[in-house]
Nanobody, 123 residues
Framework: VQLQAFGGGLVQARESLRLSCVLS????????IGWFRQATGNKRDNIAW????????GYADSVKGRSTISRDLAKNTVFLEMNALEAEDTAVYYC?????????????????WGKGTQVTVSS
């Protein structure tokens, strides 16, 4: 199983961005997917997750209300759309697989981290 995150870049504050996480070596309905981010000098934190059935999801308080996690099974891709970006959203964004399928905010349940994508928000 491999993951690859795409879609980062340099954006202005208050703009929107959609990140993509492509899964290979498996199918999304086997796994929960979590989006995490790590700012320089900080630990990797979960910001959103989606269960394997896509019936359960969760968001960190820092992004709740301005972010949406979704998926396209045909593309084996999970998306994270973020609106009203702030300088505090600047980080490397990663996605990880939870093989239990349940999902949740704890980084220890995730594996197969892909190479992250850098998001830089300019104010």
């Amino acid at each position: 199983v491999q993951l690859q995150a795409f879609g980062g870049g340099l954006v202005q504050a208050r703009e929107s961005l959609r990140l993509s996480c492509v899964l290979s070596g498996g199918t999304l309905d086997w796994f929960a997917i979590g989006w995490f981010r790590q700012a320089t000098g900080n630990k990797r934190d979960n910001i959103a997750w989606l269960s394997s059935s896509a019936t359960h999801s969760g968001y960190a308080d820092s992004v709740k209300g301005r972010s949406t996690i979704s998926r396209d099974l045909a593309k084996n891709t999970v998306f994270l759309e973020m609106n009203a970006l702030e300088a505090e959203d600047t980080a490397v964004y990663y996605c990880g697989v939870d093989p239990t399928g349940y999902g949740g905010p704890w980084s220890g349940q995730y594996q197969h981290w892909g190479k992250g994508t850098q998001v830089t928000v300019s104010s």
